[in-house]
């Protein structure tokens, strides 16, 4: 299908920051609509956002607590995995959805104009549910087990950017490859359950990269969500303050953001056609 001319005339504008304030009604809109949504055909509804992360903890929690005992210092082990799992779980509900966020709106991007990038924006938003969720159990387990916040907790806001740029970048990605390869849909949920255990989620990264050649430790941290974590853990915790590889973790961070903006921007023309 192709465009209209008013969309036409308007994808020079497509990415500046006037043209999306100007369709912020149109975000708030589409974030509000997923949030409905997101469990209204569900049977015990926004308990779903409870339970999921809560089993995600107990499975790591028993694979690398128990039965892999990994040392995690003078933080309990499931209070050390809950940390992680806050990070990890925002980041692969945005990357997900965001990634898929395209073709699932595809008969709207073929009808109206509206900077397409809007669309997994949003998902941002609605991810809020699963970080605070996951923001709850970790309080109340830190209340349980005593452990106090750390000082460093004033710099949990840069993590917090820096985790919705990791899933934006590679949710952007995700949402303008799917569009044109659409084996990226069944490609997404499994990176999602390989990334769990390749992140340190339920570990300290000093355990993995122990166990991995100088070369590969460098590749490890290639992962964003790697010094992330670990970034999470520290301002919350007080746990050991990301340094070194850490900051190939940053790095990518950037790379992957900015380089997503880019190449929405170069197929946004060609968006309907494909759809």
Same mark, same amino acid.
Do not use: C, H
């Given at each position: 299908m192709k465009d209209? @001319?008013?969309?036409?005339?308007?994808?020079?504008?497509?990415?500046?920051?006037?043209d999306l304030y100007k369709y912020r009604e149109l975000f708030w809109m589409l974030a509000w609509r997923d949030f409905?949504?997101?469990?209204?055909?569900?049977?015990?509804?926004?308990?779903w956002a409870l339970i999921q992360p809560a089993l995600t903890i107990l499975v790591l929690y028993v694979v690398f607590g128990r039965f892999a005992q990994v040392d995690t210092g003078s933080v309990p082990h499931i209070v050390y995995t809950t940390c992680g799992v806050m990070a990890w779980?925002?980041?692969?509900?945005?990357?997900?959805?965001?990634?898929?966020?395209?073709?699932?709106?595809?008969?709207?991007?073929?009808?109206i104009y509206f900077p397409r990038l809007i669309i997994p924006l949003s998902k941002?938003?609605?991810?809020?549910?699963?970080?605070?969720?996951?923001?709850?159990?970790?309080?109340?387990?830190?209340?349980? #087990?005593?452990? @106090?916040?750390?000082r460093n907790i004033v710099m949990l806001p840069l993590f917090l950017v820096l985790n919705l740029m990791?899933?934006?970048?590679?949710?952007?990605?995700?949402?303008?490859?799917?569009?044109r390869f659409r084996d990226f849909q069944y490609i997404i949920p499994f990176g999602v359950q390989l990334g769990l255990y390749i992140? @340190?989620?339920?570990? @300290?990264?000093? #355990?993995?990269?122990?166990r991995l050649p100088e070369w590969a430790s460098f590749v490890y941290f290639m992962n964003p969500m790697a010094g992330i974590v670990e970034g999470f853990r520290w301002s919350i915790l007080g746990t050991e303050a990301p340094a070194?590889?850490?900051?190939?973790? #940053?790095?990518?961070?950037?790379?992957? #953001?900015f380089s997503s903006v880019f190449f929405f921007k170069s197929i946004d023309g060609k968006i309907a056609d494909y759809v």
């Open positions: 209209s @001319p008013a969309l036409i005339s308007n994808r020079s504008n497509l990415f500046s920051i006037s409905r949504v997101r469990y209204a055909q569900t049977a015990i509804g926004l308990v779980t925002y980041f692969a509900y945005v990357m997900t959805n965001s990634g898929n966020s395209i073709i699932n709106a595809q008969a709207m991007v073929k009808k941002a938003v609605v991810g809020l549910i699963d970080l605070f969720i996951t923001s709850l159990i970790l309080v109340i387990l830190m209340f349980l #087990f005593d452990v @106090p916040v750390s990791a899933a934006l970048g590679i949710g952007i990605w995700l949402s303008g490859l799917t569009i992140t @340190p989620t339920a570990y @300290p990264s000093e #355990f993995a990269i122990s070194g590889l850490s900051y190939v973790s #940053f790095a990518a961070v950037l790379v992957l #953001f």
